[in-house]
C-alpha cells in the first residue's frame, strides 16, 4: 500500500511569495495532521483534521497559514507571504480513528 | 516547563550494548504514549506505543511506562550501528491518538 504522499519534496521560494504544500493521506484512513519540524523547536502539530473538516488549528503559527482537506484524498497547506521564518521541513502524516499516525516524507521548504 | 522533555543528547553506546532513552511528561492525565525514530532526513517512523504501566516487548525494544511517576522510557537491546538515530517521544494528553505532543528527540549514536 502507498503510504502518506506529499509533494513537492523541496521548495526554495522568496521572501513574500507564495507556498503550497500537498498531502495526499493513505487510504481509508479518517485523520490527516500537518506539523513543522525546526531544529529549535522540533516537531510541532500546526492543524489536523477529521473525515476532511478542520478540528484543532491551534498550532497554526499566524494567519499567513492556512490549511484545507477539499476530499478525503488531498490537503494542501498554504504560506501566503512566506517569510525566511518558515522555512522548516513541513510533515503530512495520517491515522485512521484511534491509532497511531505515519508520516509522509515531509518537504523541505526554505524561504531566502 | 515543557509538555514532553527528551536529552537532546547525543547519546553514545558501543555496538552490542543496552541504550536507554528516557521520557518525562508534564500531564498526569496522559494515556497513550509512543516512540519514534528517525533518520537524518527522513521522516518518523513509528517503532513502539504503550498505554498501561509496566515494561512492553518488541524484539530488541522495550518501552517502560511509570504513571505514578510521569515517566516512558525505551530500551535498545544488542544495539547496532543501523539503530542510530534520533528517537521521539510523544505524548497524547487527553487519550485517544489526536493531537499528540512530541518531544524534542534523542540522538542516539551506536559505535561499531
Known amino acids: 500500500d502507498a503510504g502518506v504522499i506529499q509533494s513537492p519534496r523541496h521548495e526554495v521560494t522568496e521572501m513574500g511569495q507564495e507556498v503550497t504544500l500537498r498531502c495526499k493521506p493513505i487510504s481509508g484512513h479518517d485523520y490527516l495532521f500537518w506539523y513543522r519540524q525546526t531544529m529549535m523547536r522540533g516537531l510541532e502539530l500546526l492543524i489536523y483534521?477529521?473525515?476532511?473538516?478542520?478540528?484543532?488549528d491551534s498550532g497554526m503559527p499566524e494567519d499567513r497559514f492556512s490549511a484545507k482537506m477539499p476530499n478525503a484524498s488531498f490537503s494542501t497547506l498554504k504560506i501566503q507571504p512566506s517569510e525566511p521564518r518558515d522555512s522548516a521541513v513541513y510533515f503530512c502524516?495520517?491515522?485512521?480513528?484511534?491509532?497511531?499516525?505515519?508520516f509522509g516524507p515531509g518537504t523541505r521548504l526554505t524561504v531566502l | 516547563q515543557k509538555e514532553v522533555e527528551q536529552n537532546s543528547g547525543p547519546l553514545s553506546v558501543p555496538e552490542g550494548a543496552i541504550a536507554s532513552l528516557n521520557c518525562t511528561y508534564s500531564?498526569?492525565?496522559?494515556?497513550?504514549f509512543f516512540w519514534y525514530r528517525q533518520y537524518s532526513g527522513k521522516s518518523p517512523e513509528l517503532i513502539m506505543f504503550i498505554y498501561s504501566n509496566g515494561d512492553k516487548e518488541d524484539g530488541r525494544f522495550t518501552a517502560q511506562l511509570n504513571k505514578a511517576s510521569q515517566y516512558v522510557s525505551l530500551l535498545i537491546r544488542d544495539s547496532q550501528p543501523s539503530d542510530s538515530a534520533t528517537y521521539l517521544c510523544?505524548?497524547?494528553?487527553?487519550?485517544?491518538?489526536?493531537?499528540?505532543?512530541f518531544g524534542i528527540g534523542t540522538k542516539l549514536q551506536v559505535i561499531p
Open positions: 510523544a505524548v497524547n494528553p487527553s487519550g485517544g491518538y489526536q493531537k499528540v505532543t
Open positions: 502524516a495520517s491515522s485512521l480513528g484511534p491509532r497511531p499516525q505515519y
Open positions: 483534521f477529521n473525515n476532511n473538516v478542520p478540528i484543532d
Open positions: 500531564d498526569r492525565g496522559s494515556q497513550s
